[in-house]
């Protein structure tokens, strides 16, 4: 009987140990399971917000590590060794793309004399294989718009459409005849004669200042040579049938010459009434 009872009791006792045993198992499995997935998620976030770190274990094509030692010389200041920005200084140009790169600094904007409300146009500091350069640098670096190839960017498009357009999408900044005018906070939109193509494309990918962003889905490759067709074909053109242009800033130069020219008149014609009478 003793011999049974033992064996009973061992038996239980085997059966009671399973579940415990089983218990810590799981457990162990859960906290290893839980331990992979934080590693996955630090992992995934630190190259979601660290790319421009990632980008250099990635070997640099010969044109963007000339752009880098540019970089290095002449930006790295204000926007960071690994072009992640310098706050108080410059913005991060990680995913701004060539496009940004190409019209900041191919129109002198770039690099900035001193920090004002909106970058100036001035002449060039870099010539334009170096401008090549640094867009392709940065473009390696992160990624974002790119500017399609060649000069002639307008040669296919339709003015009459362009126009129509311009008169939607740009007329409320840059006026109806691209002179540019007045925006808020000391910022302005620029006058449209100096820009080529491909600075007007560029403008339009990166957004530059308060200008938005239109993209491809909002204006369509086709639809930008339109725009392009129109500023370089008709705005860029003397054609002023009504005469002095007053330098086609639109309804604001035209009504204060109107109010001084009106305002001069009124006065004559008060002295010569008062003189007759």
């Known amino acids: 009987m003793t011999s049974d009872n033992d064996r ?13 045993a089983r ?4 457990r162990r499995l859960g906290a290893a399971v839980r331990l992979f997935a934080a590693l996955m998620l630090a992992g995934g976030a630190y190259t979601v917000f660290a790319p421009g770190v990632q980008a250099q274990d990635t070997p640099l094509t010969g044109a963007a590590a000339e752009g880098k030692a540019l970089f290095d010389v002449s930006c790295v200041t204000c926007h960071g060794r690994n072009a992640q920005g310098v706050e108080g200084r410059g913005p991060s140009l990680i995913g701004v793309g060539a496009a940004s790169v190409e019209f900041q600094v191919g129109t002198g904007r770039m690099p900035m004399a001193r920090q004002e409300a909106q970058a100036q146009r001035k002449p060039e500091l870099f010539t334009d294989e170096e401008v090549r350069q ?15 190839n060649g000069d002639d960017l307008h040669s296919d498009g339709n003015i009459a459409a362009g126009g129509e357009l311009f008169r939607i999408n740009c007329a409320q900044c840059h006026a109806f005849g691209g002179g540019g005018g ?11 004669r100096p820009a080529t193509d491909r600075q007007i494309y ?7 200042q308060n200008m938005p962003v239109f993209g491809d889905n909002q204006i369509s490759p086709d639809q930008k040579a339109d725009l392009i067709a129109y500023i370089q074909e008709t705005l860029k053109h003397d054609q002023d049938p009504g005469g002095f ?10 009504g204060l010459a109107i109010f001084l020219v009106g305002i001069v008149a009124l006065v004559f014609a008060s002295l010569w009434i008062a003189g007759k009478s």
């Open 245 to 254: 242009n007053l330098g086609r800033y639109g309804p604001s130069t035209e």
């Open 23 to 26: 218990s810590r198992g799981r």
């Open 134 to 148: 640094l867009a392709q640098y940065v473009q390696e670096l992160g990624g974002g718009p790119v500017v399609p």
């Open 202 to 208: 560029a403008a339009m990918l990166s957004g530059p």
């Open 8 to 20: 009973r009791r061992g038996l239980l006792a085997r059966l009671r140990e399973r579940p415990a």
């Open 182 to 192: 007045a925006l808020s906070s000391g910022k302005y939109a620029p006058s449209l």
